[in-house]
């Protein structure tokens, strides 16, 4: 058994009580010696409970380390997994535009149908270009496994948009009459809308959290 620092004579000559050393973020421990207010551990100990290494030249003792990264605590690693659900700052600024567009769309349908206003070709078509634009650049700007995830669920949002937009100016079209409560409770129209919520959420919490809401 080597001791760091100290003489075999000197450790028989005083008191000694046990302790143990243990390495946050490693498994086990290392039994520890406390002699006149100073700590002792066995080298052999110590270098497997850091998955380090021993080699001897001479009188002298050499401890080797691995590499930072092969001894990261567990909370770096849980804080690194934790960062790995974040969005990245293009991405959640070019989505936060796209959802504006969309909840425009939306509003701006409701209000037609609700007050039976005419709504044409030539009124989706700016919302239209815009959200399909605003798409694109959200495409451009995802990077991280959680962007790529929410911009799927961003694109059944716009998908479902689209889909609602083309049911209203198909009725218009055919001359169908359209009641003015014809988009309250209904399925498509509540669907956007509980999307928009979830995409919202994530966006204030800055992380990807997929709730079932856009599929």
């Given at each position: 058994?080597?001791?760091?620092?100290?003489?075999?004579?000197?450790?028989?000559?005083?008191?000694?009580?046990?302790?143990?050393?243990?390495?946050?973020?490693?498994?086990?421990?290392?039994?520890?010696?406390?002699?006149?207010?100073?700590?002792?551990?066995?080298?052999?100990?110590?270098?497997?409970?850091?998955?380090?290494?021993?080699?001897?030249?001479?009188?002298?003792?050499?401890?080797?380390l691995?590499?930072?990264?092969?001894i990261?605590?567990?909370?770096?690693?849980?804080?690194?997994?934790?960062?790995?659900?974040?969005?990245?700052?293009?991405?959640?600024?070019?989505?936060?535009?796209?959802?504006?567009?969309?909840?425009?769309?939306?509003?701006?349908?409701?209000?037609?149908?609700?007050?039976?206003?005419?709504?044409?070709?030539?009124?989706?078509?700016?919302?239209?270009?815009?959200?399909?634009?605003?798409?694109?650049?959200?495409?451009?700007?995802?990077?991280?496994?959680?962007?790529?995830?929410?911009?799927?669920?961003?694109?059944?949002?716009?998908?479902?948009?689209q889909?609602?937009?083309?049911?209203?100016?198909?009725?218009?079209?055919?001359?169908?009459?359209?009641?003015?409560?014809?988009?309250?409770?209904?399925?498509?129209?509540?669907?956007?809308?509980?999307?928009?919520?979830s995409?919202?959420?994530?966006?204030?919490s800055?992380?990807?959290?997929?709730?079932?809401?856009?599929?």
């Amino acid at each position: 058994m080597m001791l760091l620092a100290v003489p075999t004579l000197a450790l028989s000559q005083t008191e000694q009580q046990n302790g143990t050393l243990v390495v946050s973020g490693q498994p086990g421990q290392a039994a520890v010696l406390h002699v006149n207010g100073r700590s002792y551990v066995d080298v052999e100990a110590l270098a497997q409970l850091t998955n380090g290494s021993l080699s001897f030249k001479g009188d002298q003792i050499m401890l080797t380390l691995p590499a930072s990264d092969a001894i990261t605590p567990t909370a770096a690693r849980g804080a690194s997994q934790a960062r790995s659900s974040e969005f990245s700052t293009d991405f959640l600024k070019a989505g936060i535009e796209e959802m504006a567009v969309i909840r425009e769309w939306r509003s701006a349908l409701v209000n037609a149908v609700q007050n039976g206003y005419p709504v044409t070709d030539n009124f989706v078509a700016g919302y239209q270009a815009q959200a399909r634009k605003n798409l694109s650049l959200v495409s451009v700007a995802a990077s991280t496994d959680s962007d790529r995830r929410a911009l799927q669920l961003l694109s059944n949002e716009f998908d479902n948009i689209q889909k609602l937009s083309n049911k209203v100016l198909a009725a218009r079209k055919n001359m169908n009459y359209i009641s003015r409560d014809a988009l309250k409770d209904a399925p498509l129209d509540q669907q956007i809308l509980n999307c928009e919520r979830s995409l919202a959420s994530m966006a204030v919490s800055g992380q990807f959290q997929d709730d079932g809401s856009c599929h």
